[in-house]
């Protein structure tokens, strides 16, 4: 049953999160933004206003590119640095516990995008299970083919 709206005492409508380009900000991993929206999304961000609204998600759909692209000559040596290493994991680490945090706050759908560890051929298959360990844990995590149909 939808939540009241205190104003009016009439029911508040659930709506949907619909999300792209998830750690870019600039064509650079930051992932302070993408923290903030899956702070917001489990409540813990805001005023009582923005509570009520985030408690009326009802599903979070990211919607590709949930990386930033690993650059071309991280991967050419025949033994990648450590740099390379952290350059290639740490994007993936930190979606992986952003989309923790989202899938305990709500249902969430994961669809592969160019940037991400998918194949190129449409359609896009989902991202494994083993890129994603601790938000594959949650029954709320769905990942997804591209194109996909909610």
């Known amino acids: 049953m939808p939540a009241a709206n205190p104003a009016n005492n009439a029911p508040l409508a659930w709506s949907g999160l619909v999300w792209s380009d998830v750690a870019q900000v600039g064509g650079a991993h930051d992932p302070l933004p993408a923290a903030l929206l899956a702070e917001w999304v489990a409540g813990h961000l805001g005023g009582p206003d923005d509570v009520t609204l985030a408690s009326r998600v009802a599903r979070v759909v990211v ?8 650059a071309d000559h991280h991967l050419a ?6 740099e390379a290493l ?20 709500a249902p969430v759908d994961v669809m ?8 190129h051929w449409l359609p896009q298959q989902p991202m494994p299970a083993c890129v994603l360990p601790q938000a594959s844990r949650f029954s709320t995590l769905r990942r997804c083919a591209n194109p996909h149909e909610c």
């Open 63 to 70: 919607c590709g590119n949930s990386r930033v692209a690993v």
């Open 77 to 82: 040596a025949a033994k990648l640095s450590k």
């Open 86 to 105: 952290e350059r290639i994991h740490g994007p993936m680490n930190d979606l992986d516990a952003l989309l923790s945090q989202m899938a305990a706050a």
């Open 112 to 119: 592969p995008g160019a940037t991400d560890p998918s194949g």
